[in-house]
């Protein structure tokens, strides 16, 4: 079935997603791969706040190339989601409610999805180009000094995707 979903979005959106929709994402986004993300879960564990209010938000897992000339961002494609998984779990039960990257993720993901009412999204692979026509605009908000792997905020359009594991435990891998 294909849905058009703002983000970020709350567990009522959530919980009407299922495996295997395909679904347009229209709103703002956050990018985070690996190094930004232990950054993150070490910020919080020193007490500190992230650098965004994590509450309804979703992430995507994609490491941007440069933009070319008048392009808002170079090619935007997703990286593998499972080197996230270590720190996907205490995200998630801070309030976090959508995942975008690509490939399986643990049970500990699975289990802190269906908990805390959350959808992992995949991209396609291999289509970076493509999606990057789909973003509108892209700004650093944090961890500038990690290059491509700092958190960014894109505001995205029809940007596609497909359910692939559900808050319900529903999954296609």
């Given at each position: ?83 996230m ?36 999204f ?6 970076g ?45």
């Amino acid at each position: 079935m294909e849905k058009h979903v703002t983000v970020p979005f709350d567990k009522s959106v959530s919980e009407s997603l299922k495996a295997g929709d395909y679904v347009f994402l229209d709103g703002t986004v956050y990018v985070a791969r690996d190094a930004a993300h232990k950054r993150m879960t070490q910020s919080l564990a020193a007490g500190n706040e992230l650098p965004f209010d994590i509450k309804d938000q979703t992430i995507y897992y994609m490491g941007p190339s440069p933009a070319r000339d008048g392009k808002v961002i170079g090619s935007a494609g997703p990286t593998t989601a499972s080197r996230m998984d270590k720190y996907a779990p205490q995200l998630l039960d801070l309030g976090q409610t959508g995942m975008i990257g690509k490939g399986r993720r643990s049970q500990a993901v699975k289990d802190a999805m269906i908990r805390n009412k959350a959808t992992y999204f995949a991209a396609v692979g291999g289509a970076g180009a493509l999606l990057s026509k789909c973003i509108t605009s892209s700004e650093v908000v944090a961890y500038d000094d990690l290059g491509a792997e700092a958190v960014r905020k894109l505001t995205i359009k029809d940007f596609p995707v497909i359910v692939v594991m559900d808050c319900h435990g529903g999954c296609l891998y």
